[in-house]
């Protein structure tokens, strides 16, 4: 198919408006992860066939606390279980960590308490993850953009050598970026006017609607729980591969 000087112009331009929208509209989700080893633990010496992650602190900002802490449990669980790791079930991790009193952080006792309860649960590792959020904004006139951040944290406890092995911070954000469906809606009266092309204007009038109703999509059809729970997802699962790299998948 052979197209003439304008209708290739249009192809053009409606091709490098599809790049421009990918870049500064829509939503995305990232993650970053920074891992801390105790120098005095030989991770060496370290095997592991069985884990157990304790429900440990939620950020008070959120609702639904007992879904928040099922929630994240299981995206750890999975991921450890995907890689024939041995996961205690939820209720057991539950029911033992509140008994065993460690709930009540930085006493004395606690390390013998760690070791107590890898001992009942018949753990190599117990993993005690510490949750945060943050929201904020940043408007630009027409153009908003929405941060979704959460912060995880794994403290690493490690049975056979009674310590805390190591510690990993991970972050995950889903961004939301808006407003870029105003502007094509727009340019058209700004830029255009002199110029006598309607298929120019009707192509910029076409691309701001649909660009305006993703927005509306995202903003109005995608809640904010799924928002945080992309955020969390993204912040866990990043925040494990460094202990994944170091411990492969047991043979069985």
Not at 191 to 213: C, M, R, W
């Amino acid at each position: 198919m052979k197209y003439n000087r304008n209708q290739s112009f249009h192809l053009s331009l409606t091709l490098a408006a599809f790049l421009f929208v990918g870049i500064l509209t829509g939503c995305s989700t990232s993650a970053q992860h920074e891992i801390f080893f105790d120098p005095d633990v030989d991770r060496r010496d370290v095997t592991v066939q069985r884990v157990a992650i304790v429900p440990n602190r939620l950020p008070l900002n959120l609702d639904q606390q007992e879904m928040w802490r099922r929630h994240n449990w299981e995206i750890v669980r999975k991921e450890f279980e995907d890689r024939r790791f041995g996961v205690v079930d939820y209720n057991t991790s539950v029911n033992l960590f509140q008994r065993s009193g460690l709930p009540v952080e930085d006493t004395p006792g606690s390390r013998n308490k760690y070791a107590e309860l890898a001992e009942e649960l018949n753990v190599d590792f117990i993993i005690i993850p510490y949750y945060g959020t943050l929201f904020n904004s940043r408007n630009l006139v027409i153009f908003n953009t929405l941060y979704y951040r959460t912060v995880t944290t794994f403290q690493i406890y490690s049975r056979s050598q009674n310590d805390f092995l190591a510690r990993i911070d991970a972050t995950g954000e889903y961004t939301l970026r808006t407003g870029l469906g105003f502007l094509f809606l727009i340019i058209p009266s700004l830029i255009l006017d002199s110029v006598d092309d309607a298929e120019t204007i009707e192509f910029f009038t076409y691309a701001g609607l649909g660009i305006t109703l993703i927005d509306f999509y995202n903003i109005l059809m995608v809640s904010p729980e799924e928002r945080w729970k992309s955020a969390f997802e993204a912040s866990i699962r990043q925040g494990l591969q460094p202990l994944f790299q170091i411990y492969p998948a047991p043979t069985r």
